[in-house]
């Protein structure tokens, strides 16, 4: 039994910051890959970072980098996005993912099926 539960989605102006955040709780296992993807209106839901179970190994989507950073907190089964100098083309309903599969490759990390469990998504939306 695992629930995810992202928090922190509001209106922002383009340029701002915002910090979104994700708990899980629920579950037996302490260590997992954990991910943020996106959906704006009309379009796929995509990858937009991942933090691997093991270490601190971080990849993102190349839209974001330099501009966004997943990291977990010292409690590992919580994970954040930062997400600095946003833009209006950022505006989506932002959802948290979690797997116990062993994922190693950049593909695998963006492939939505691979992750078992999803949070209800928060929405970010960032007026020009």
């Known amino acids: 039994q695992v629930q995810l539960v992202e928090s922190g989605g509001e209106l922002v102006q383009a340029g701002g910051s915002l910090r979104l955040s994700c708990a899980a709780s629920?579950?037996?296992?302490?260590?997992?890959?954990m991910g943020w993807f996106r959906q704006a209106p009309g379009q796929d839901r995509e990858f937009v970072a991942v933090?691997?179970?093991?270490?601190?190994?971080?990849y993102h989507a190349d839209s974001v980098k330099g501009r966004f950073t997943i990291s977990r907190g010292n409690a590992k089964n919580t994970v954040y996005l930062q997400m600095n100098s946003l833009k209006p083309e950022d505006t989506a309903v932002y959802y948290c993912a979690a797997t116990e599969k062993p994922l190693y490759s950049r593909t695998d990390y963006e492939r939505r099926l691979l992750y078992d469990y999803w949070g209800q998504g928060t929405q970010v939306t960032v007026s020009s």
């Open positions: 629920g579950r037996t296992f302490s260590d997992y890959t």
């Open positions: 933090a691997s179970r093991y270490g601190i190994n971080t």
